[in-house]
T-cell receptor
Framework: DTGVSQDPRHKITKRGQNVTFRCDPI?????LYWYRQTLGQGPEFLTY????????KSRLLSDRFSAERPKGSFSTLEIQRTEQGDSAMYLC?????????????????FGEGSWLTVV | SQQGEEDPQALSIQEGENATMNCSYK?????LQWYRQNSGRGLVHLIL?????REKHSGRLRVTLDTSKKSSSLLITASRAADTASYFC??????????FGAGTRLTVKP
């Protein structure tokens, strides 16, 4: 399977614990995105990387959240001191980055998501 | 707002009927895309329409875009029970990346 892979698919944690999610994008996709989705809502943008550089961060990404993509391949999203409000599905997506003039054609490809339940 | 907003929030139809969902937005866009999400799963790309296009077809899907009204519609013809899912529009504004609305939850009854 050459799609976007996320691990773990499900995580239950106690409030105050740290959790880390991993995302392996489609190979040769140099853009990688993290979104958060709660029940009945659409995906909310959190952050994205172009290669190893984190180019944009949403204000939703509080200082308890940190994302890395150290070698420009896989990425991790860590949530420190989890709160019940962090319960959501965390979606990773990737896309190729075309030139500016061709970027209008970019499609992003999603993984199956990582469900987080904070109890 | 830099995201699209879908309408209606929920739609229930009988198998064989057509389903129409709308998306409105407020910014200038490079393109608009529609995605589908089955319950508890990731999103799957359906179709992309560029800002200089007015209509696109893909199988039973037809998407229109009216940039003067800042709106798009997704039509699913001859719906099937397997089309039951949430449908999201996503906009890509200049210098920004994809932003999604809250979606339309479509239920197709057999």
């Amino acid at each position: 399977d050459t799609g976007v892979s996320q691990d773990p698919r499900h995580k239950i944690t106690k409030r105050g614990q740290n959790v880390t999610f991993r995302c392996d994008p489609i190979s040769e996709h140099n853009r990688l995105y993290w979104y958060r989705q709660t029940l009945g809502q659409g995906p909310e943008f959190l952050t994205y990387f172009q290669n190893e550089a984190q180019l944009e961060k949403s204000r939703l990404l509080s200082d308890r959240f940190s994302a890395e993509r150290p070698k420009g391949s896989f990425s991790t999203l860590e949530i420190q001191r989890t709160e019940q409000g962090d319960s959501a599905m965390y979606l990773c997506a990737s896309s190729p980055f075309l030139t500016f003039f061709k970027s209008s054609g970019n499609t992003i490809y999603f993984g199956e998501g990582s469900w987080l339940t904070v109890v | 707002s830099q995201q699209g907003e879908e309408d209606p929030q929920a739609l229930s139809i009988q198998e064989g009927e057509n389903a129409t969902m709308n998306c409105s937005y407020k910014t200038s866009i490079n393109n608009l895309q529609w995605y589908r999400q089955n319950s508890g799963r990731g999103l799957v790309h359906l179709i992309l329409i560029r800002s200089n296009e007015r209509e696109k077809h893909s199988g039973r899907l037809r998407v229109t875009l009216d940039t003067s009204k800042k709106s798009s519609s997704l039509l699913i013809t001859a719906s099937r029970a397997a089309d039951t899912a949430s449908y999201f529009c996503a906009i890509r504004a200049e210098f920004n990346d994809m932003r999604f609305g809250a979606g339309t939850r479509l239920t197709v009854k057999p």
